[in-house]
């Protein structure tokens, strides 16, 4: 059974960093693409970054660019979200999904349950 | 920028069938694959259609995707539609720069 795990969420003030971690298991971790995805309370989706397999291939909405860093570590099955610089617009669930293929621009097929970014002073 | 436009909500009554439409803004939304993600009330999304009309084991057949060349658009049709069919429902595809892209999400209600 495909498990992904968030953790790392919670309260911090604007402009503070944060780093959000997506655990793991029941598939093979090194061999698809993998995402964060965020919704703003009562809001619809949002893409956030994606990474590819072996991360050769990054990409990140433009509302992050710059300010967040998407990183994968296949030997511990995690992947990670680094974000700076911290804004009450990045208030949002994050959720880690696992791709459908190796390269991460096609569809997610599985979706953690989450971890909850409140960005407040 | 690709947007994807979809309408803000549907209903119909129980055993009817509802379609719901995602209209691509610019270039071909036939140039990428299309997906569809189902998130009921309080709970985490869920795929239902991917690569236009694929779906993932256990998604019901009550289900079906299709891309409209013609209009530019992707369409998610919910056959005999049932009372647990009620949530939000967000097209999805990419950009030319590979960003993912979803639609507004369009509500569900099911009379």
């Known amino acids: 059974e495909v498990r992904l795990v968030e953790s790392g969420g919670g309260l911090i003030q604007p402009g503070r960093s944060l780093r959000l971690s997506c655990a793991a298991s029941?598939?093979?971790?090194?061999?698809?693409?993998m995402h964060w995805v965020r919704q703003a309370p009562g809001k619809g989706l949002e893409w956030v970054s994606g990474?590819?397999?072996?991360?050769?291939?990054?990409g990140y909405a433009d509302s992050v660019k710059g300010r967040f860093t998407i990183s994968r570590d296949n030997a511990k099955k995690s992947l990670d979200l680094q974000m700076n610089s911290l804004s009450t617009e990045d208030t949002a669930m994050y959720y880690c999904?696992?791709?459908?293929?190796?390269?991460?621009?096609?569809?997610?097929?599985?979706w953690g349950q989450g971890t909850m970014v409140t960005v407040s002073s | 920028n690709l947007m994807l436009t979809q309408p803000r909500s549907v209903s119909g009554s129980p055993g009817k069938t509802v379609t719901i439409s995602c209209t691509g803004s610019?270039?071909?939304?036939?140039?990428?694959?299309v997906q569809w993600y189902q998130q009921r009330p309080g709970t985490v999304p869920t795929t239902i259609i991917y690569?236009?009309?694929?779906?993932p084991s256990g998604v019901p057949d009550r289900f079906s995707g299709s891309i409209d060349r013609s209009s530019n658009s992707a369409s998610l049709t919910i056959s005999g539609l049932k009372t647990e069919d009620e949530a939000d429902y967000y097209c999805?595809?990419?950009?030319?720069?590979?960003?993912?892209?979803f639609g507004s999400g369009t509500k569900v209600t099911v009379l």
């Open positions: 029941g598939f093979t971790f090194d061999e698809y693409g």
């Open positions: 990474i590819s397999w072996k991360s050769r291939s990054i």
């Open positions: 999904a696992k791709a459908h293929y190796g390269d991460y621009a096609n569809a997610f097929d599985f």
């Open positions: 690569e236009d009309s694929h779906r």
């Open positions: 610019s270039g071909s939304i036939a140039s990428n694959y």
């Open positions: 999805q595809s990419y950009d030319d720069s590979d960003h993912a892209v």
